[in-house]
């Protein structure tokens, strides 16, 4: 099966300057997730989906940081005004969410690695 | 609150030998554990979970982890170390008693396998 596609690879841009991140997950898939991950640590949930509707959003910086999945398929995630401390990768993952209240694990891109000049 | 803690930044082992991957968490009911290891440059790709049953869980690449319920821990293994198992490993936990959707990842830890 196709795996979760991310893109762009790599955005430099300047700080105050946006910028926008797309996810296509693995077909079928219900749950898309999108995680911040710094340099030297794990990876920390920005948002998660369930179909289209947001599921938990408890650490997304609102004011700066907006997420959208529209049709339930394909996500992007955006940052305007960019700051310095928003240099990651920003991951994008899937998942089959619950079977049998059993949490399915999630599949992950390979991300986009975002530098702030 | 769910949390979870890799105590250590690296492992060093030689090739050949046993490698072990410390994990310890805290939930407040049942806890759903899983290993992830990311290559550079890459995501993270599932390697094994623990939901419910046998507390010794096989994975990937040779890999298995030990449930154990009484110290909290969720330790990775590997009887036999290569040195292209040197990557960055996460445990992830999730609370199953709150009926929440997160997933918390630890720091991670890597692994230097030496030939």
């Known amino acids: 099966e196709a795996g979760v596609a991310q893109s762009p690879r790599y955005k430099i841009i300047e700080k105050r300057q946006s910028v926008a991140f797309w996810c296509n997950p693995i077909?079928?898939?219900?749950?898309l997730y999108w995680y911040q991950q710094i340099l030297g640590q794990g990876p920390k949930l920005l948002i998660q989906?369930?179909?289209?509707?947001?599921?938990?959003d408890s650490q997304l910086p609102k004011d700066r940081f907006s997420a959208e999945r529209l049709k339930g398929v394909d996500s992007t995630l955006k940052i305007q005004p960019a700051k310095l401390e928003d240099s990651a990768v920003y991951l994008c993952?899937?998942?089959?969410?619950?079977?049998?209240?059993?949490?399915?694990?999630?599949?992950f891109g390979d991300g986009t690695r975002l530098s702030i000049l | 609150a769910q949390s979870v803690a890799q105590p250590e930044d690296q492992v060093n082992v030689a090739e050949g030998n046993p490698l072990t991957v410390k994990c310890t968490y805290s939930v407040s009911g049942n806890p759903y554990l899983f290993w992830y290891v990311q290559y550079p440059n890459r995501g993270l790709q599932f390697l094994l979970k623990?939901?419910?049953?046998?507390?010794l869980v096989k994975g990937s690449y040779g890999f298995e982890a030990e449930f154990n319920k009484s110290q909290t821990s969720f330790h990775l293994k590997k009887p036999s170390a290569l040195v292209s198992d040197s990557a960055l490993y996460f445990c992830a936990v999730r609370d199953g008693a709150t009926g929440g959707f997160k997933t918390i990842f630890g720091a991670g830890t890597r692994p230097f396998v030496k030939a």
């Open positions: 623990y939901i419910t049953g046998d507390n």
């Open positions: 993952a899937s998942s089959l969410g619950s079977r049998g209240g059993s949490p399915q694990p999630q599949h």
């Open positions: 077909s079928g898939h219900a749950t």
């Open positions: 989906f369930q179909n289209n509707g947001v599921v938990d």
